[in-house]
C-alpha cells in the first residue's frame, strides 16, 4: 500500500492523497519518507474499525476513491487469532463500506488475495472460480468479500475486487517469507522452512503492483473482480536456495543445505495458487520487472532498512504450530 500511495501522491499532484493508517506493529511511516511533506498528502492514524470515526472522516474529507488495503495479512499469525482477524478484515470492512456508500464514493476497490480460491495442484483459477479458504487469514478475506460485493448488488454502488498473488520489494514487514528469508540470511541465520518447504508460490514485484492498481483505478468496471497475477512460480525451498545463492555467494548444494532449517508445517498450506490474469492483460496491464531484478533491489533494500520497524527482530521467529481456529476470547 505504501507504493501505491508513494505513486499517487508522485503522480497526481492535482489529487489530495489521504493515508489511513492505524500504525500496527507491521507498519512503518519511514516507507512514506519520500511524499510526507508533500502538499498533495495527508496522514491520518486511525482504525478502520471504528464506525463513528470512519463516518466523520468521509464527512470532513471530500473523498472520491477508496482503495481499501487495510487488514491483518498474515496467515500463520490468523491461525493463533482467528478472531482478530475476523474483526479487522470483515467487520472493518463492513464499516469502510458501509461509510463510502453512504459518502457516496465515486469508486471502492477492495484489495483481496489469491488465497479466498484456496490450493490447487492444476486447475487454474480465474475471478468466477468458486471461493475455497483454507485457513483464517484467507476465509477472512472472502467473507469480506460477499460484504464488498453486496454493496453492488443491491445499490450499484461501484465496487471491484482485486485478488493477487504474492507480493515482494521493499518497504514489506519482514515476517512474510521473502524478506524474512533475506533478513535471517543476512543476520547469519538459517532460512526456517515450513513442512516439505515444495509449496509454489507466485511472487509479484511491488512496482507491478503499483501499475496493476493504476490500471484498476481507471480502467476496472465496477462490480467487477480481477486477477493480479503472474507467472513467475517458485517452491519455498528453491527460493531459499536462490536468496542463499546471492547473499551467501556459494552454489554448492551441501553449503545451501546448512542454512535450510526445515520444521513442522502449519496447520493447512496451501501447495500453490495458479491465476489467470487474462482479464488485467485486457486492461493494459502486465507485469515487467523480471525476478532478478526484483529480487537484487530487495536484497539491497533490506540491508539497509532492516531495523526500521521497533519489533523487526521478532518477526524473525518462527512461528509456533497451533491447533487451527481455537479460541475462547475476544480481540
Known amino acids: 500500500a505504501s507504493h501505491v500511495v508513494v505513486s499517487l501522491v508522485k503522480n497526481y499532484p492535482n489529487y489530495l492523497i489521504i493515508n489511513l493508517d492505524k500504525l500496527d506493529y507491521c507498519a512503518s511511516l519511514k516507507n512514506l519518507e ?31 476513491i477508496v482503495l ?4 491483518q495479512t498474515h496467515v500463520d499469525l490468523s491461525f ?14 463492513n464499516v469502510l463500506v458501509a461509510a463510502a456508500h453512504e459518502a457516496n464514493v465515486e469508486k ?31 476465509s477472512s478475506k472472502a467473507a469480506a468479500e460477499c460484504f464488498v460485493q453486496s454493496y453492488w448488488e443491491r445499490y450499484q454502488f461501484p465496487v471491484v475486487i482485486t485478488r493477487s498473488s504474492n507480493v515482494y520489494g521493499p518497504h514489506q514487514y519482514p515476517e512474510k517469507v521473502i524478506p524474512k528469508f533475506i533478513s535471517l540470511l543476512q543476520q547469519n541465520r538459517k532460512c526456517c522452512i515450513h513442512g ?10 511491488a512496482a507491478d503492483v503499483v501499475e496493476a492498481f493504476l490500471t484498476v483505478l481507471k480502467e476496472g468496471k465496477p ?26 555467494k556459494t552454489s554448492s548444494e551441501s553449503e545451501m543445505e546448512h542454512w535450510m532449517d526445515y520444521v513442522k508445517d502449519r496447520p493447512t498450506n496451501d501447495l500453490r495458487y495458479p491465476m489467470n490474469s487474462e482479464k488485467m ?36 521467529e518462527p512461528f509456533p504450530v497451533t491447533e487451527p481456529f481455537v479460541q475462547l476470547c475476544g480481540p
Open 80 to 93: 493463533w487469532h482467528a478472531l482478530e482477524f475476523t474483526y479487522v478484515n470483515v467487520y472493518g470492512t
Open 34 to 64: 519520500t511524499v510526507s511533506e508533500k502538499e498533495n498528502y495527508k496522514f491520518i492514524q486511525g482504525d478502520i474499525c471504528e464506525p463513528d470515526f470512519i463516518k466523520q472522516l468521509f464527512k470532513t474529507e471530500k473523498i472520491d
Open 68 to 71: 481499501h488495503f487495510a487488514a
Open 223 to 248: 462490480g467487477e473482480i480481477y486477477n493480479i497475477g503472474t507467472n513467475f512460480e517458485m517452491s519455498i525451498a528453491q527460493l531459499a536456495k536462490e536468496l542463499i545463492h546471492l547473499i551467501k
Open 196 to 205: 516439505s518447504g515444495l509449496q509454489r508460490r507466485n511472487f509479484l514485484y
Open 281 to 316: 492483460h485486457n486492461l493494459g496491464w502486465r507485469p515487467k520487472v523480471p525476478w532478478k531484478e526484483g529480487i537484487q533491489k530487495t536484497i539491497e533494500w533490506y540491508k539497509e532498512n532492516f531495523h526500521n520497524w521497533k519489533n523487526s527482530e521478532k518477526a524473525l
Open 108 to 138: 471502492f476497490v477492495y484489495v483481496s488475495t489469491d488465497e479466498v480460491y484456496g490450493g490447487s495442484t492444476d486447475e487454474e483459477f480465474d475471478e468466477s472460480s468458486p471461493k475455497r479458504p483454507t485457513n483464517p487469514y484467507a
